[in-house]
């Protein structure tokens, strides 16, 4: 015979309230979660369909919040729906723990957290003025919207654009910045694919640039020990050549994606 569940972790109800910003339009789904006990719990997901709604309601009855993951194996729901459902339980689990969410998860990874600015902008000249009014408001993390294209499905052409549009980002938004591409779900999965794949691949050229700079500041360590004069000589010599190296190898690839 199964054990009694919880009054206060059993679920009986969730009730879903659509939400549209009046500036920006964007539209999402408030979930609110109910126990037999009267304590609620608050998720959010992006709009919820009635199909989808049904199903998580029917999902949660006789379950307790903290049994997510049984819940989420046996269903069919979208995975925003899942989401929102999963921050309403965690939300009661909390409460019923009276522990923040983080150390119902396991505890902190770290110390600090950057806020992420959402920019708005038509325009690379919009999106770089929304940049510079963040970072002076004390912002080093921004979501950065992919240009809009009219031709779905032409890989380049965006690749190309957000390139140019990062490009300017990073040179508004100066040292020790931090970028997320929002494309608002309006990417084809061939166009997401080409971008991810592009972005990726000049993400492992950084990295391996990087990693032979510091082998090679290794090896004229040692070097300049040895022959500190000669190595004085030679040293503006090596930076431009190994600049230029960086600079053909870089854009090689980008030709070639």
Do not use: W
Not at 86 to 105: H, I, S
């Amino acid at each position: 015979m199964p054990a009694p569940l919880n009054p206060r972790l059993e679920m009986v109800a969730l009730d879903a309230f659509p939400v549209r910003e009046p500036v920006s339009k964007r539209a999402y789904t408030c979930l609110r979660l109910r126990t037999r006990s009267g304590a609620v719990g608050y998720g959010e997901c992006s709009r919820l369909s009635p199909v989808d709604l049904a199903v998580l309601r029917g999902a949660i009855q006789g379950k307790e919040a903290s049994s997510f993951e049984s819940i989420r194996r046996g269903l069919t729901a979208s995975s925003a729906g899942l989401a929102g459902l999963d921050m309403a339980m965690l939300d009661l689990v909390g409460k019923f723990t009276n522990a923040p969410v983080y150390q119902v998860l396991g505890g902190p990874t770290r110390n600090q957290a950057r806020a992420l600015a959402r920019l708005e902008g038509e325009t690379d000249n919009g999106v770089v003025l929304a940049v510079a009014q963040a970072r002076a408001a004390g912002h080093r993390a921004f979501l950065i919207p992919v240009p809009a294209t009219h031709s779905p499905n032409h890989s380049a052409t965006l690749v190309n654009a957000t390139r140019q549009r990062l490009d300017r980002v990073r040179s508004a938004a100066g040292e020790g910045s931090d970028f997320v591409l929002d494309a608002a779900g309006k990417l084809t999965p061939g166009d997401a694919s080409s971008l991810a794949a592009a972005l990726e691949r000049a993400k492992e050229i950084a990295s391996r640039v990087r990693e032979k700079a510091v082998e090679g500041a290794k090896a004229a360590d040692e070097a300049v020990h040895e022959h500190p004069y000669q190595a004085i000589g030679i040293a503006l010599g090596v930076g431009v050549i190994l600049g230029y190296l960086v600079a053909r190898r870089c854009s090689r690839n980008c030709d070639q994606s």
